[in-house]
């Protein structure tokens, strides 16, 4: 057997083998999911209740704002439509699914769900406000399902009254596409509604994977040690598109640099406290905030094909100068090693604290989730790490 068929062979047996729970046996029962509701209507929610109506499963869907709402359900019907269009679904698929659809205004409608999915802007306070309400109008047994990328799914389950019904049930955008799952077990929460969600994420055509609470979880929790290593580059001279291309010459689909043009540089940025600190701060105030401004890191033209940024060039030189940065040469080898060795140290980190049961789960996130090229086996494969275990 040679690497790559040896990769490909580990990544498709952890795989299987990431939905399995060490104390989750056959005698643990599910509870059952007839009717799903899922808390916002953007992007992340629509994309959620799209992966359920896909499968048949009705859902009930809620916005406090009429407009967002309707905005959103014409989204999700828009997607379905363009299937449509490319002879993916017949027109009677279309109004199948859409017709298990019930958009709401309040969250009481929500009542008769067996599982809810919160999917509202990454904020704490917000997320415990909307689950103190859940707790009131969800019924006895409902499971409360989190999206959150990062946040500390135990603080949100204190929130309510039975933290042993929730858990995280973080999906990666675009939901109704992307495979990965993953699922964040609280300290409290049940092994029945672990088990549950494990397969629901089966049900709907999702890998999932199971991970302890921290900061990030498994897949953004590595995810930030690159990042942190993409900026350090630029202080050394090194430009976007220098690191991107080393990245996608290794396999990954795009760079961190694509990657953030492609989410938006103005998520989670504010022009009124903006003081030009980082990088990105300075973009922003430029209106350079990513493809759908036709400017970030990158140019784009109409067609969002992307040019390296003279301008960015520029701006990255006067911010290296200013903050006292040491420009130099690095090689794509060096600069590879440099993006990829702190994610493996965090994945051992990972492993070390429990947050993720094996090796083999910490591969599949990044082959699913993030891009990681699968002839490679996934990240700890690759480093050589848990080979004799998945």
């Known amino acids: 057997m040679d690497d790559v068929e040896a990769a490909l062979a580990h990544i498709a047996a952890a795989e299987a083998k990431a939905r399995e729970v060490e104390g989750i046996g056959p005698e643990v029962s599910t509870r ?27 859902v009930t ?53 067996d599982l809810v999915i919160e999917a509202v802007f990454e904020n704490m306070d917000l997320k415990k406000q909307v689950f103190g309400e859940l707790d009131r109008v969800a019924k ?58 494990i397969e629901v994420g089966v049900q709907t055509g999702k890998v999932p994977v199971v991970a302890g609470v921290c900061h990030g979880f498994i897949g953004n929790r590595m995810l930030s040690r690159r990042q942190q290593a993409a900026q350090q580059l630029l202080m050394e001279g090194a430009m976007p598109w220098d690191v991107d291309r080393v990245l996608t010459d290794f396999g990954f689909p795009m760079g961190p640099f694509q990657m953030s043009d492609l989410a938006g540089l103005d998520i989670g940025w504010s022009r009124e406290t903006s003081r030009g600190e980082t990088i990105r701060d300075r973009l922003c105030e430029m209106d350079r905030r990513g493809q759908k401004t036709g400017a970030g890191f990158y140019d784009y033209d109409a067609e969002r094909r992307r040019t390296p940024s003279p301008v960015v060039e520029q701006l990255i030189r006067d911010y290296v100068r200013e903050k006292g940065g040491t420009v130099r040469e690095h090689t794509a080898d060096e600069m590879l090693d440099r993006l990829l060795m702190p994610m493996v140290e965090e994945g051992k980190a990972i492993l070390a604290e429990g947050i993720a049961q094996r090796p083999g789960d910490i591969d599949v996130v990044w082959v699913n989730g993030y891009g990681w090229p699968r002839a490679t086996g996934g990240i700890m494969w690759w480093a050589g790490i848990g080979r004799d275990r998945l």
């Open 32 to 58: 059952p999911v007839a009717r799903v509701g899922v808390v916002g209507a953007g992007t992340m929610g629509g994309g959620i209740a799209m992966t359920f109506l896909n499968v048949g499963i009705p």
């Open 61 to 113: 869907i809620v916005e406090r704002d009429a407009a967002a709402l309707e905005r959103g359900v014409r989204v999700m019907r828009g997607n379905y439509e363009r299937s449509a269009a490319r002879g993916k679904l017949t027109g009677q698929e279309v109004e199948a699914r859409m017709g298990l659809l019930t958009p709401a205004l309040d969250l009481a409608a929500l009542a008769d769900c």
């Open 140 to 197: 006895p047994g409902a499971i409360l399902a989190t999206n959150t990328s990062y946040l500390d799914v135990n603080a949100i389950a204190a929130a309510t009254g039975r933290p042993e019904d929730v858990l995280g049930m973080h999906y990666f955008s675009p939901a109704n596409v992307m495979k990965l799952l993953e699922i964040v077990r609280g300290a409290r929460t049940a092994p029945d509604v672990l088990k549950t969600a």
